[in-house]
């Protein structure tokens, strides 16, 4: 029998674990932290053996396969004596992978976007009656989706450190969004490291297969001429019209594949803002190639609805918007909110930063914000970026006193924007503690 170890016991590991066990293999899940209480439980009504607070070498060796979460870098000690050995590493959308069957895959990679564009293309097929689960890195376990309730369609928002331990995995249809600098830390600091770490997505694709990408970064087809892909090249842009992909001329998006052409006003997209146009083209192509009809296309992205910590509207109090963007953790990701707004705008800032670099959104901070909230424990970097830019920037180390501080600097007619450009994990347990104590904090008002 084989025997499979699961290294990490968060969402990816323990779906991992009950779709080995479900599957017969031998298991073990090492947790070098605390199991959620939910986890445990799991693991305990299944019998999956477990340690949690130590990873015991001894037991972790005796593996066949590793699967790891794709929170532990590389560079973990534990990794290093398992590749010592050896033993083959594979990320948990990989041994998922290996269990689908039949069922088509569906892989949303990039640096930004990801998460709405596979919520968008996953509501396009619900809307067409398509049996399917959204899965991965959004937050609900591949495996474990496999494991409970199998489906025909499987649409996997797919980060990088899930594609750096894929062997066999092999997408139907791939999207590439966008690379921007994002996760250096994990790849010695080697941009291109991380661009071929995106690039894997394609790699076990065939000519059966659709890659579907962004033609207008200029990073993504760059490597595209160094790398050889077997897949159907679909593009979308914004600058140029395709001969097979999606483009945007005017307020008009076209998405021609086959015969079938799929036409409609960007001003009936529920999505706002030129980066949310992108995922829609992105999302709209996929939707095409797999035969969905241009009425249920159109149905979907007219009524679909943005996700949480996404440029959230939260409320607005005396004529002040709340907008909770919690999970831009990067620059790149508050240009595109900061893009998006048509309101003067009081911005929230900061975190734990990433080797930000602010230059970025000077222009849209010149042009767009009135004043900067600070909510990090370190704001010398933005107050060093921003200083000269605007009146006034203010340092809070709490989500009551941004909101507060915030409210105080805002007039009727603004609009207050949470989008850190940082991770969380100098002040809150993750980026929903953090947009969940923003969205409280409005309450409160």
């Given at each position: 029998m084989k025997h499979i170890v699961i290294l990490g016991g968060g969402e990816s590991g323990v779906g991992a674990a009950v779709l080995a066990a479900t599957k017969g293999?031998?298991?073990?899940l090492s947790d070098g932290g605390s199991l959620k209480l939910a986890y445990k439980k799991e693991l305990i009504i299944r019998s999956i053996p477990h340690e949690e607070g130590q990873h015991t070498i001894e037991k972790i060796l005796e593996a066949n396969t590793v699967v790891k979460s794709p929170g532990i870098a590389e560079t973990h000690p534990v990794v290093q004596q398992i590749r010592a050995k050896n033993i083959p590493i594979i990320s948990e959308v990989e041994f998922a992978y290996q269990h689908v069957g039949d069922a088509k895959v569906l892989a949303i990679t990039g640096s930004n976007g990801k998460s709405t564009c596979t919520s968008l293309l996953h509501h396009i097929c619900k809307t067409?009656?398509?049996n399917c689960a959204l899965v991965g890195n959004i937050g609900f376990s591949f495996a474990w989706q496999v494991a409970i309730n199998?489906?025909?369609?499987?649409?996997?928002e797919t980060s990088s450190f899930q594609l750096d331990d894929i062997v066999t995995y092999k997408p139907h249809v791939a999207i590439l969004l966008n690379i921007t600098e994002d996760h250096l830390d994990r790849y010695n600091y080697q941009f291109e490291k991380y661009i071929e770490a995106k690039f894997k997505i394609t790699k076990n694709q065939s000519a059966d297969d659709f890659f579907i990408y962004c033609a207008d970064d200029d990073v993504i087809t760059k490597h595209m001429k160094q790398v050889d892909i077997s897949a159907q090249k679909l593009p979308f842009s914004m600058k140029q019209e395709v001969k097979k992909g999606a483009s945007i001329k005017g307020d008009q998006m076209m998405i021609r594949i086959q015969e079938e052409r799929v036409a409609m006003s960007i001003y009936d997209f529920a999505l706002k803002g030129k980066h949310n146009q992108y995922n829609t083209m992105a999302a709209g192509i996929a939707a095409s190639t797999l035969g969905i009809r241009k009425e249920k296309i159109r149905e979907a992205v007219t009524t679909f609805q943005s996700l949480e910590h996404r440029m959230e509207f939260v409320a607005t109090v005396r004529g002040v918007d709340f907008i909770n963007d919690s999970k831009a953790t990067n620059v790149n990701s508050t240009w595109y909110a900061l893009e998006s707004m048509m309101k003067p705008t009081i911005l929230i800032l900061g975190g734990v930063d990433k080797g930000n670099d602010y230059t970025l959104i000077e222009e849209l901070v010149k042009e767009k914000v009135r004043a900067i909230v600070c909510?990090?424990?370190?704001?010398?970097?933005?107050h060093a970026a921003f200083g000269s830019l605007v009146?006034?920037?203010?340092?809070?180390?709490?989500?009551?006193?941004?909101?507060?501080?915030?409210?105080?600097?805002?007039k009727k007619g603004e609009a207050i924007l949470l989008s850190p450009a940082c991770a969380s994990f100098d002040l809150f347990k993750n980026y929903e503690d953090r947009g969940t104590q923003f969205k409280q904090a409005v309450k409160l008002l």
């Amino acid at each position: 029998m084989k025997h499979i170890v699961i290294l990490g016991g968060g969402e990816s590991g323990v779906g991992a674990a009950v779709l080995a066990a479900t599957k017969g293999y031998s298991v073990f899940l090492s947790d070098g932290g605390s199991l959620k209480l939910a986890y445990k439980k799991e693991l305990i009504i299944r019998s999956i053996p477990h340690e949690e607070g130590q990873h015991t070498i001894e037991k972790i060796l005796e593996a066949n396969t590793v699967v790891k979460s794709p929170g532990i870098a590389e560079t973990h000690p534990v990794v290093q004596q398992i590749r010592a050995k050896n033993i083959p590493i594979i990320s948990e959308v990989e041994f998922a992978y290996q269990h689908v069957g039949d069922a088509k895959v569906l892989a949303i990679t990039g640096s930004n976007g990801k998460s709405t564009c596979t919520s968008l293309l996953h509501h396009i097929c619900k809307t067409a009656d398509i049996n399917c689960a959204l899965v991965g890195n959004i937050g609900f376990s591949f495996a474990w989706q496999v494991a409970i309730n199998p489906v025909d369609v499987y649409v996997v928002e797919t980060s990088s450190f899930q594609l750096d331990d894929i062997v066999t995995y092999k997408p139907h249809v791939a999207i590439l969004l966008n690379i921007t600098e994002d996760h250096l830390d994990r790849y010695n600091y080697q941009f291109e490291k991380y661009i071929e770490a995106k690039f894997k997505i394609t790699k076990n694709q065939s000519a059966d297969d659709f890659f579907i990408y962004c033609a207008d970064d200029d990073v993504i087809t760059k490597h595209m001429k160094q790398v050889d892909i077997s897949a159907q090249k679909l593009p979308f842009s914004m600058k140029q019209e395709v001969k097979k992909g999606a483009s945007i001329k005017g307020d008009q998006m076209m998405i021609r594949i086959q015969e079938e052409r799929v036409a409609m006003s960007i001003y009936d997209f529920a999505l706002k803002g030129k980066h949310n146009q992108y995922n829609t083209m992105a999302a709209g192509i996929a939707a095409s190639t797999l035969g969905i009809r241009k009425e249920k296309i159109r149905e979907a992205v007219t009524t679909f609805q943005s996700l949480e910590h996404r440029m959230e509207f939260v409320a607005t109090v005396r004529g002040v918007d709340f907008i909770n963007d919690s999970k831009a953790t990067n620059v790149n990701s508050t240009w595109y909110a900061l893009e998006s707004m048509m309101k003067p705008t009081i911005l929230i800032l900061g975190g734990v930063d990433k080797g930000n670099d602010y230059t970025l959104i000077e222009e849209l901070v010149k042009e767009k914000v009135r004043a900067i909230v600070c909510l990090g424990t370190d704001n010398s970097k933005i107050h060093a970026a921003f200083g000269s830019l605007v009146e006034t920037i203010v340092d809070t180390a709490a989500a009551t006193d941004a909101v507060t501080e915030a409210f105080k600097l805002a007039k009727k007619g603004e609009a207050i924007l949470l989008s850190p450009a940082c991770a969380s994990f100098d002040l809150f347990k993750n980026y929903e503690d953090r947009g969940t104590q923003f969205k409280q904090a409005v309450k409160l008002l």
